[in-house]
């Protein structure tokens, strides 16, 4: 957003940088949606965060709208992940108070938000979502 608003490349290739470190990151499971900490010793054991997924998703989007060399690659990554949040880290209708994204971690080291909804991790599932509704119109 930085670098549509602005126009300065320094932000773009950030991003780039970023979507390059969390996409290839060891730790990264095969579903997308990654481990509260991508270098917790307990992994695959540690909690998972829905909510770093749907922000990822929500920037891959916005890359995937820059004419990039890697637009394409970004606009998949990003439906990949919302097709993992969407059928896997969804609450069930009528149970965890409206909530639409379970799973995420918001500070495992005071046990604090581990493995429930967050409202941030909504915000960016339904801005993702309004983000790939917009890239078909």
Not at 72 to 82: D, V
């Amino acid at each position: 957003m930085c670098f549509r608003e602005t126009k300065n490349k320094a932000y773009l290739n950030h991003a780039e940088k970023i979507a390059a470190y969390i996409l290839n990151h060891p730790s990264m499971p095969r579903d997308l949606v990654p481990y509260w900490d991508y270098n917790d010793p307990k992994i695959p054991d540690a909690p998972r965060d829905a909510s770093a997924a749907a922000v990822t998703a929500s920037a891959l989007y916005e890359l995937s709208t820059m004419n990039l060399p890697k637009s394409a690659f970004y606009l998949e990554t990003a439906n990949k992940i919302m097709k993992s949040l969407s059928s896997e880290y969804t609450c069930k209708p009528g149970t965890n108070k409206g909530f639409l994204l379970t799973s995420s971690t918001g500070h495992l080291p005071s046990n604090l938000e581990v493995n429930v909804p967050i409202v941030y991790a909504d915000y960016y599932y339904l801005e993702a979502l309004k983000r790939a509704k917009n890239l078909k119109k």
